[in-house]
């Protein structure tokens, strides 16, 4: 059996925004193509970053210089009952502001066990597919893993 490569399980074409889109452009990017990840690129259509359904919600952070732990919503600390403010003022902020990078990607032929190893050693649910020049072609997530595993065993896939 032929060892499978990104180029076999991605979904493609990748889905990306420009820099310079604001938080709600990239949000109704996302709902518009029912995706959970867009890649961010450059003028030259290179990735610099990668935004993901999850950098929309709150996440745990530490209070510097304290023991404590408070959340952390798009970069803004949350009081009491201010989440929908944290939310109206981020629609204008830059996807920039809260994309992470380095993206850690991969190449059309790269085995699926080297996408596996940088979402277990990255922790991330998203590996972009890229080509020589480090433009996107596709995306690999868990989703894509799921329906490889699926049409192995000759299960329907959708």
């Not at 649910?125 to 192995?152: C, F, Q, T």
Request: aromatic share 4%.
């Amino acid at each position: 059996m032929k060892e499978q490569t990104a180029r076999d399980i991605m979904t493609s074409p990748a889905v990306t925004v420009n820099r310079t889109a604001t938080l709600e452009e990239a949000a109704d990017t996302m709902l518009d193509r029912e995706v959970g990840s867009l890649l961010v690129v450059d003028d030259s259509g290179k990735v610099v970053g990668i935004v993901t359904d999850s950098d929309f919600a709150a996440k745990p952070a530490h209070i510097p210089f304290s023991t404590f732990r408070s959340q952390k919503l798009l970069g803004q600390w949350l009081g009491k009952q201010n989440a929908e403010k944290v939310y109206d003022e981020a629609r204008s902020r830059g996807v920039d502001e809260v994309m992470s990078r380095p993206v850690h990607s991969v190449e059309l032929d790269d085995a699926v066990d080297r996408i596996l190893e940088i979402m277990l050693d990255r922790d991330v649910k998203h590996v972009p597919v890229v080509d020589e020049g480090g433009r996107p072609v596709g995306m690999v997530a868990r989703h894509d893993l799921l329906k490889m595993l699926a049409s192995s065993r000759g299960l329907a896939t959708r």
